[in-house]
């Protein structure tokens, strides 16, 4: 039976590919405000709806509301830049943190009962803590506002459960890559932009990068076809009601060996220039995932299919 779903953020790197999985089988809004996100990414489909507008306006949220009850609700749409939360962390709070509240009262008080409220949070929250591999039990100490403000949403989001029975899940994302990810973004992570580099080249040439840092900082890339699986998984098992879930691999990997994986694909080189470490950065990150791999989460891209996929989707796109 046809559901009818909400993806705010729909528009973007990761919401996008979200729709597509998601009309396969429901009806979806797209709630986004095109700051980062483009139509392009989006397909031509009668199930689809998309509605501009941005979730820190409480008068666009109460009118979609109006307008329509949703069976699910997947809230992705956010500032994602870290910077852009420093130096404007009052806008940040209201979207962030505001268009959360926004759209937790409006699923709370629609007269059709929510079967998922699924939030977008971040491995961001745990900041600095030096504790390997980040559990969901893992100490926070979020250290910008971008931070702070997925973390407060969090508990808010968990808060609407215990307080009014509202059926939620967190994702907590690590670091997602793959295609329609913007290298010119602000938002961009470290493998659009090397994926970009190596693109730019041609086969003779020795690709140029700059690295932040000794080139030795550890994360756990996850492609974006596997973070789907994950969202699905969140909104759609009982068993994930209302709890916390890392959504990454599992599997560190540090960006030196990145840029090996992709030099052995393509058969190019690197030249690597190395600059400070960025302020704030994060020496080594990555995801127990334990609690997802009990809904029966499986890593189908690991970090060498991946990036194989992602080259060939961007080579596609330049055809």
């Known amino acids: 039976m046809k559901k009818n779903i909400l993806v705010t953020g729909g528009a973007g790197f990761i919401g996008s590919h979200l729709v597509s999985a998601l009309l396969k089988e429901h009806r979806v809004v797209v709630l986004d405000n095109f700051s980062t996100g483009r139509r392009s990414n989006l397909p031509e489909n009668s199930q689809l709806t998309v509605v501009e507008g941005d979730v820190s306006d409480l008068c666009v949220i109460s009118q979609l509301f109006a ?13 994602a830049s870290v910077m852009e939360s420093v130096e404007q962390p009052l806008v940040t709070h209201q979207t962030n943190m505001d268009g959360t509240i926004y759209l937790l009262n409006a699923a709370r008080t629609q007269n059709k009962p929510i079967q998922r409220f699924v939030f977008a949070s971040s491995a961001a929250v745990y900041g600095a803590e030096p504790t390997l591999p980040k559990t969901e039990n893992s100490p926070i100490q979020p250290l910008t506002p971008y931070a702070i403000d997925k973390f407060g949403s969090e508990r808010y989001v968990t808060s609407y459960s215990q307080l009014f029975q509202l059926p939620v899940a967190v994702a907590r994302f690590f670091n997602v890559y793959g295609p329609r990810q913007n290298p010119d973004s602000p938002y961009s992570g470290v493998l659009s932009l090397l994926v970009d580099a190596f693109k730019k080249g041609n086969q003779a040439d020795r690709v140029e990068f700059t690295v932040y ?3 030795q900082q550890v994360r756990d890339f996850i492609y974006v076809a596997d973070v789907i699986q994950g969202l699905r998984l969140l909104a759609f098992s009982e068993e994930a009601r209302d709890g916390t879930f890392n959504l990454g691999t599992g599997r560190p990997i540090s960006l030196h060996e990145v840029i090996l994986v992709l030099e052995i694909l393509t058969k190019k080189q690197v030249n690597i220039s190395y600059k400070a470490a960025r302020e704030g950065d994060i020496p080594k990150s990555y995801a127990a ?3 997802l791999e009990q809904l029966g989460f499986q890593v189908n891209m690991p970090i060498e299919k991946g990036l194989q996929a992602y080259l060939e989707a961007e080579l596609c796109a330049t055809v």
């Open 67 to 79: 307008d329509q009850e949703f069976d699910y609700i997947f809230h992705l749409a956010a500032i």
């Open 213 to 215: 840092g000794d080139g």
């Open 289 to 291: 995932i334990t609690k």
